[in-house]
Antibody
Framework: EVQLVESGGGLVQPGRSLRLSCAAS????????MSWVRQAPGKGLEWVSY????????YYTDSVKGRFTISRDNAKNSLYLQMDSLRAEDTAVYYC??????????????WGQGALVTVSS | QSVLTQPPSVSGAPGQRVTISCTGS?????????VHWYQQFPGTAPKLLIY???NRPSGVPDRFSGSKSGTSASLAITGLQAEDEADYYC???????????FGTGTKVTVL
């Protein structure tokens, strides 16, 4: 059974850092592209960052560029999101999601349960 | 800010058919990128409902169907059931943003 389990969320002050982890099981992480997607309280879904299966290609949404860093350790079946210089507007539930290819794009076929990050003083 | 626009809400009686539109532009849906749809219940992670415009993952009832034309896509739910009451999101890729984009989300209410 495919499972994605996020950890590392919590309450953090503005300007501080937090690192999210996503443990994958039931499949070989190294065979898949992965993304982080977030959802602010009461709001819609927002894609945050993408990493290719090997880790050689990485993309971010504009609002987190220069502050967030996505990485992966395929040997440990783990995905990470290092979040620095956190802002109140980064408050959200953060999901890690596995990508599956369609003809012209990728969909997210499995999601973790989410990790709540609250940025507040 | 979402670049894919959906109606905030749609509703229907049990057994009826409802549709949810997803309107994009020439840099996403209109550029030929596939549209995918997700179902989300309160407090839970989204679930993939339709991928590649019209394909259903294993286990998704055939009451759910997707289509795409031009710069828009649609999700149809036929034979609406109480258990379909949830939020629905479309998703695609945007070449001008170099990233994935989601729709604004639609809440489906079963009357």
């Amino acid at each position: 059974e495919v499972q994605l389990v996020e950890s590392g969320g919590g309450l953090v002050q503005p300007g501080r850092s937090l690192r999210l982890s996503c443990a994958a099981s039931g499949f070989t992480l190294g065979g898949y592209e992965m993304s982080w997607v977030r959802q602010a309280p009461g709001k819609g879904l927002e894609w945050v960052s993408y990493i290719s299966s090997s880790g050689s290609l990485i993309y971010y949404t504009d609002s987190v560029k220069g502050r967030f860093t996505i990485s992966r350790d395929n040997a440990k079946n783990s995905l990470y999101l290092q979040m620095d210089s956190l802002r109140a507007e980064d408050t959200a539930v953060y999901y890690c999601a596995r990508e599956v290819a369609s003809t012209f794009s990728y969909a997210f076929d499995y999601w973790g349960q989410g990790a709540l990050v609250t940025v507040s003083s | 800010q979402s670049v894919l626009t959906q109606p905030p809400s749609v509703s229907g009686a049990p057994g009826q058919r409802v549709t949810i539109s997803c309107t994009g532009s020439s840099s996403n849906i209109g550029a030929g990128y596939d549209v995918h749809w997700y179902q989300q219940f309160p407090g839970t992670a989204p679930k993939l409902l339709i991928y590649g415009n019209y394909n259903r993952p294993s286990g998704v009832p055939d009451r759910f169907s997707g289509s795409k034309s031009g710069t828009s896509a649609s999700l149809a739910i036929t034979g609406l059931q109480a258990e379909d009451e949830a939020d629905y999101y479309c998703q695609s890729y945007d070449s001008s943003l170099s990233g994935y984009v989601f729709g604004t989300g639609t809440k489906v209410t079963v009357l």
